[in-house]
């Protein structure tokens, strides 16, 4: 039971960081459009 447990945390802790990752780089990519596009892509007028 101790292992599954352990197994249980591992995988939980592999989905967390991946997702963080994610949101990190899509932080980066925000930051790439932002200085690529000379702004905010949320403060655009259209």
């Known amino acids: 039971m ?3 447990k ?3 945390i591992c995988i939980a802790y ?5 997702s963080l990752l994610a949101v990190l780089h899509m932080k980066d990519l925000v ?3 932002k200085v ?3 702004g905010d892509p949320c ?3 259209t």
């Open 14 to 18: 592999e989905k967390l960081s991946s």
């Open 36 to 38: 690529g596009n000379g």
């Open 6 to 8: 352990l197994w249980a």
């Open 43 to 45: 403060m655009e007028s």
């Open 31 to 33: 930051e790439y459009w």
């Open 2 to 4: 101790g292992r599954d």
